[in-house]
DNA sequence: AAGATTCCCAACCGCATTTCG
DNA sequence: ACGAAATGCGGTTGGGAATCT
């Protein structure tokens, strides 16, 4: 974990720190001070540079360095600060005490970011169902005069020929054209399954609702955002879930001009909100 | 058991900013 | 005001440990 001694054309050594180096450096600054680093190693008995002098001394050596494991708070406060302050490391560590900004970074880099990352394609891929739910709707308003060309129309942005097919298969099997209609007291149990989708556990509320976009912002977004190039290959993934046979958007095929108030329904019951 | 791959973190590097003469 | 040196910061890397195949 620790990078092999070796020594610079200067003569200066490089890599793993020893206990001895450790020592003689926490001794000088104990009984002196770092009153400069460039000079120090000379004066404390060191081949290093004082660069790597203040390195050592400021992440490792420094007195009240706390170490070992993140505690939910620190890991929030981190989140948040960086929400805030971008990769301000050093700003981010004044605000944990005992943390030193390259022991931050490092934990950002190899837990939270990753956490996040986690969090906003859910979030992402989410939006996206309810983008298409939304196209789909008004397609189903429309349908009634020329629905094959207006369904290719909005299918083609999204993904491939044989999706186009498939959504315009269940468009028609679904619609209240060739289905009976539902009463409007049906509409929240045949909702369920979708808004399950969007309300589950992996949601992203509580700490994973981190970025700086609010939903609502979220969902502005979307609605101006081009068409999603990867949408064939999060289709797949997404309709992966349903039981064979099951529509990826029931409710809406289901439901025709209710599709709308449906869709509004769903933002304001979102978590949230 | 052993080789390959991934994870993790200490340390390095280069650039920006601050300080000093 | 200016240039050089010192310091600080953030991105990147090296390599041991842990995990997987």
């Known amino acids: 974990m620790v990078r092999t001694p070796s020594f610079d054309k200067n003569g200066m050594k490089k890599g793993a720190w020893s206990p001895e180096e450790d020592n003689k450096l926490r001794a000088y600054i104990h009984r002196y001070g770092h009153w400069n680093w460039r000079e120090l190693p000379k004066y404390a008995g060191l081949s290093r540079c004082g660069k790597s002098c203040r390195l050592r001394w400021m992440n490792y050596l420094r007195p009240n360095v706390k170490r070992g494991k993140y505690t939910k708070a620190e890991d929030d406060l981190i ?5 805030k302050l971008g990769n301000k490391w050093s700003a981010i560590a004044a605000k944990l005490p005992g943390r030193t900004d390259n022991e ?17 394609s859910t979030f ?12 789909l709707a008004n397609l189903e308003l429309q349908s009634h005069e020329s629905p094959r060309s207006e369904i290719n129309h909005v299918t083609d942005e999204f993904g491939s020929k044989d999706v186009n097919d498939e959504i315009y298969q269940q468009i028609l099997e ?6 009976q209609e539902l009463s409007s007291s049906d509409f929240s149990s045949s909702m369920t399954p979708d808004y399950a989708l969007l309300s589950d556990k992996n949601w992203v509320g509580e700490d994973s609702m981190s970025s700086s976009e609010s939903f609502e912002e979220s969902v502005r977004n979307f609605w101006i955002e081009p068409a999603f190039e990867d949408f064939s290959y999060q289709q797949n993934e997404f309709s992966s879930n349903l039981a064979e046979g099951e529509s990826m958007f029931p409710c809406f095929l289901d439901h025709g001009d209710d599709s709308i108030e449906w869709f509004h329904q769903i933002l304001e019951e979102l978590p949230g909100k």
């Open 79 to 83: 989140m948040e600060l960086h929400e």
């Open 174 to 179: 679904s619609s209240p054209l060739s289905s």
């Open 124 to 135: 992402e891929l989410k939006q996206k169902a309810i983008q298409i739910s939304q196209s």
């Open 104 to 120: 931050i970074k490092n934990h950002w880099h190899t837990h939270l970011k990753k956490r996040i990352k986690e969090n906003q």
